[in-house]
């Protein structure tokens, strides 16, 4: 059973950055990060293959954002720059698009 915990977020100034952290028990193939802002529904933002590093990234955030893995450490991490107050969300790693198996979720607020 695969367990993910996500750490990294908090509040920063927009065009600021932030880089989140997803702890991985056990294998996954691939790892997601998905994100739910306030009253919406949950997001895709981004995918890793965890054991190629293929990417791939969501239009609203591609240029911005950047995944990445270390395999070693069993972590994966989102780069986030140029920080919009849009991005503001809970922030999860998960184990499908959809937000199978996520963690406790990382929040992330965006705000002068």
């Known amino acids: 059973q695969v367990q993910l915990v996500e750490s990294g977020g908090g509040l920063v100034q927009p065009g600021g950055s932030l880089r989140l952290s997803c702890a991985i028990s056990?294998?996954?193939?691939?790892i997601h990060w998905v994100r739910q802002a306030p009253g919406k529904g949950l997001e895709w933002v981004s995918t890793i293959g965890y054991s190629d590093g293929r990417t791939s990234y969501a239009d609203s955030v591609q240029g911005r954002f950047i995944i990445s893995r270390d395999n070693g450490k069993k972590t994966v991490y989102l780069q986030m720059n140029s920080l919009k107050p849009e991005d503001t969300a809970l922030y999860y790693c998960?184990?499908?698009?959809?937000?199978?198996?996520r963690g406790q979720g990382t929040q992330v607020t965006v705000s002068a």
């Open positions: 998960a184990r499908s698009t959809d937000g199978l198996g």
């Open positions: 056990g294998f996954a193939y691939w």
